[in-house]
């Protein structure tokens, strides 16, 4: 993946985030925390890419500036950001059961969009034949969930508690 693609990609993504925030009546401090729970997310993502490439799992190929990892972070902090404003809306009308659902979803969801992506743009990530890596990526998609979410709560409080930005629903 190049700087340009994955600037382009921060771009698309943060455009989606202030969709969501709209769409889920966001205040400012859920906000803070989702975008405080993705940048946690992101170090559990480099950390869990960093591992599956040195067991061999999947390669990812990273530009070869100097500063494309910091790019790289701050994009997938920006992808997950709005993950968990949706895991707050969740977690408010369905409790702890919605979550753990929105979680096995996001972990049978994720690995096949991942290989999808690997399959459509080679050059962004490859990943090893074998069970290994689907369960990694799976576990990595969990880890990603809960760990933001997590965080995003420290930050903004408990979901049933927060007020909604524009009246009750």
Avoid: N
Avoid at 10 to 30: E, N, P, Q, S
Avoid at 46 to 73: K, V
Avoid at 79 to 107: E, H, K, M, N, Q
Avoid at 125 to 133: H, L, T
């Amino acid at each position: 993946m190049t700087t340009l693609q994955m600037l382009l990609l921060i771009g698309l993504y943060a455009v989606a985030l202030v969709v969501v925030i709209y769409f889920t009546r966001a205040t400012a401090r859920r906000v803070t925390g989702a975008l405080v729970g993705g940048a946690a997310a992101a170090l559990l993502a480099l950390g869990s890419i960093t591992l599956c490439e040195t067991l061999g799992w999947w390669q990812i190929p990273f530009a070869s500036t100097p500063y494309f990892a910091f790019i790289f972070y701050v994009g997938v902090a920006i992808t997950c950001s709005p993950i968990y404003l949706v895991t707050w809306r969740v977690a408010r009308r369905f409790g702890w059961r919605g979550l753990a659902v929105f979680v096995a979803i996001v972990a049978v969801v994720g690995p096949p969009r991942d290989y999808l992506y690997a399959a459509t743009f080679p050059k962004w990530m490859v990943f090893s034949p074998g069970v290994a890596p689907i369960l990694a990526d799976s576990a990595t998609y969990i880890g990603i969930v809960v760990v933001g979410h997590v965080v995003m709560r420290l930050v903004a409080g408990p979901a049933r508690e927060d007020r909604l930005a524009r009246g009750a629903a």
